[in-house]
T-cell receptor
Framework: DAGVIQSPRHEVTEMGQEVTLRCKPI?????LFWYRQTMMRGLELLIY????????DSGMPEDRFSAKMPNASFSTLKIQPSEPRDSAVYFC?????????????FGPGTRLTVL | QKEVEQNSGPLSVPEGAIASLNCTYS??????FFWYRQYSGKSPELIMS????GDKEDGRFTAQLNKASQYVSLLIRDSQPSDSATYLC?????????FGAGTRLTVKP
């Protein structure tokens, strides 16, 4: 299996621009998670989906952030408009099982820099 | 605010020694506990999970959980230079996964 796939791996953009991060979970996994990692705040859960339905988005920092999962093999995390404080590594993870605490497999991450 | 606290280190041990990593958490109802390893510039990788009080061993790794003290630890026996990484403690409470800031471990040859 190819594992969790994320694109792009690196993104540099200017403040105010729209940014879209993409994720393809492991085939057959029914949970998908979006995390953000910074030196200051560590690894934070932003939102997770079960069977393509958003279950908990309480970690989404503000309305500028939105996430979708139109089908079982694709999810996006969008930031509009982007700000320098959004600079971070964004990880997507997926898992299989009735409990979201089942082993989560992380993608390689997208390193976002907002100038 | 639910907190997961780790000593940020860095923790340095000689090759072959035991590395001890500690984590405390604030929410008493937490049920599931995890240790992730993250190499520099890489994504987190699950190495241990533990759900009940006591010890759980997997090869050179032993996770210890004490729910009464709200404490979870990871012991790495016979530490190797390849164990040098940041170790993240994670605590799950009703599908709300929270991570500690991580402890950076260096194993010196």
């Amino acid at each position: 299996d190819a594992g969790v796939i994320q694109s792009p791996r690196h993104e540099v953009t200017e403040m105010g621009q729209e940014v879209t991060l993409r994720c393809k979970p492991i085939s057959g996994h029914d949970y998908l998670f979006w995390y953000r990692q910074t030196m200051m705040r560590g690894l934070e859960l932003l939102i997770y989906f079960n069977n393509n339905v958003p279950i908990d988005d309480s970690g989404m920092p503000e309305d500028r952030f939105s996430a979708k999962m139109p089908n079982a093999s694709f999810s996006t995390l969008k930031i509009q408009p982007s700000e320098p404080r959004d600079s971070a590594v964004y990880f997507c993870a997926s898992s299989f099982g009735q409990d979201s605490t089942d082993t989560q497999y992380f993608g390689p991450g997208t390193r976002l820099t907002v100038l | 605010q639910k907190e997961v606290e780790q000593n940020s280190g860095p923790l340095s041990v000689p090759e072959g020694a035991i590395a001890s990593l500690n984590c405390t958490y604030s929410d008493r109802v937490s049920q599931s506990f995890f240790w992730y390893r993250q190499y520099s510039g890489k994504s987190p990788e699950l190495i241990m999970s533990i759900y009940s009080n006591g010890d759980k061993e997997d090869g050179r790794f032993t996770a210890q959980l004490n729910k009464a003290s709200q404490y979870v630890s990871l012991l790495i026996r016979d530490s190797q230079p390849s164990d040098s990484a940041t170790y993240l403690c994670a605590v799950d409470d009703n599908n709300d996964m929270r991570f500690g800031a991580g402890t950076r471990l260096t194993v010196k040859p």
